[in-house]
């Protein structure tokens, strides 16, 4: 169902002049402001409607100018790259180019896919503890993602906004944070440092594994195959809950830019793997990916997307995460 959503907050990167897809509709053209990447001293320039861009409320986009001020992606080192190796070229983030509009929108307030069970249900032993106003230790596992790569201060790391979340839902009880995501690790490194997370006593982790394990091999298979991270996902899930008692939750991985050589075609498989766990585990699964896809659908590109164009979300990818996890919050 639409509803109306005032001054929505995106991301855009603009590619010459070609229109871009606003991830909802704008009520009016009017009113709207669109500011540049920030300077290391944090100002951003403010662009001029009608001169830098111009803004088609009715189909929903928005597009530069020739002349505009505003950064074009065509000058980025991936630009006309049909498949492209992150070492090959120089690096430069999709932050120097991405925009933040800002505007009155009309948004669906409908979350794409299955609906899920309430926080009382999916995660009883928080949820009693919260309620009582007791302490919480919340253990996040995973990868770089997950370790809060990419999000311009670690507040905005997906982590970081579930944990106040939670906080602000029940402002009685103290929940604490123990970050043991690990940069570049797969499935079979969490399982051998499972114990990091187990003599934390946690009441609640959330495991988010899999963007590294679907990386391509130059054989054109994964980094890990799927039927073993599928059991590395489980045997995390079961350590955990069988040593610690703790309630867990499955996360699933965004998507690599598929033009990158290291993303590979069957990505989307290692999410429903986590979700396969989840199913016959019955413990909790925020699905990012899906979340993600309903983004890509809607109009965002990989570059408004992913910070480094590879495999990290931006800010505003980090949301989409903490979106996935804050579901089960209402």
């Known amino acids: ?65 020739e002349d505009s001020a505003i950064p074009d992606w065509r000058e980025h080192p991936h630009y006309g790259l049909d498949r492209f190796d992150h070492a090959q070229v120089p690096y430069r983030p999709n932050g120097d180019f991405a925009c933040t509009i800002r505007y009155d929108a009309w948004v669906d307030d409908a979350a794409p896919g299955p609906s899920v069970p309430p926080m009382q249900e999916s995660l009883p032993s928080v949820y009693r503890k919260l309620a009582d106003g007791e302490a919480v230790t919340y253990v996040v596992y995973g990868d770089s993602i997950s370790a809060g790569y990419e999000a311009s201060v670690p507040a905005l790391s997906y982590a970081e906004r579930f944990a106040a979340s939670l906080r602000d839902r029940f402002p009685g009880a103290a ?10 690790e797969g499935s079979y490194g969490g399982v051998k440092r499972i114990d990091e997370v187990i003599a934390l006593a946690p009441d609640l982790v959330t495991i988010a594994y899999g963007m590294n394990d679907q990386n391509r091999n130059p054989d054109g298979g994964n980094a890990t195959a799927l039927d073993a991270f599928e059991r590395n996902i489980a045997a995390m899930t079961r350590g955990i ?3 610690t008692g703790a309630d867990v939750m499955l996360v699933t991985p965004c998507l690599p830019n598929p033009r990158w050589t290291y993303a590979s075609e069957n990505a989307p498989a290692f999410a429903e793997a986590i979700r396969q766990v989840g199913s016959s585990m019955g413990v909790p699964v925020a699905d990012a990916q899906r979340l993600w896809l309903a983004e890509l659908a809607a109009g965002k590109s990989h570059e408004s997307l992913l910070f480094n164009n590879l ?12 979106a996935a996890l804050e579901q089960y919050l209402r």
Not at 311 to 322: E, F, I, R, T
């Open 311 to 322: 495999n990290h979300p931006n800010d505003y990818g980090h949301g989409v995460y903490a």
């Open 241 to 243: 809950r069988e040593k």
């Open 1 to 65: 169902m639409l509803q109306p959503h005032l001054a929505y907050s995106e991301p855009v990167v603009f590619v010459g002049t070609e229109p871009q897809r606003l991830r909802h509709r704008p009520s009016s053209a009017e009113g709207i402001v669109l500011t540049g990447p920030k300077t290391p001293e944090g100002i951003a320039a403010v662009y001029r409607p009608g001169i830098d861009f111009v803004v088609d409320a009715a189909a929903g986009t928005v597009r530069r100018t």
């Open 175 to 184: 929940v604490v944070l123990h970050n043991k995501a690990l940069p570049g």
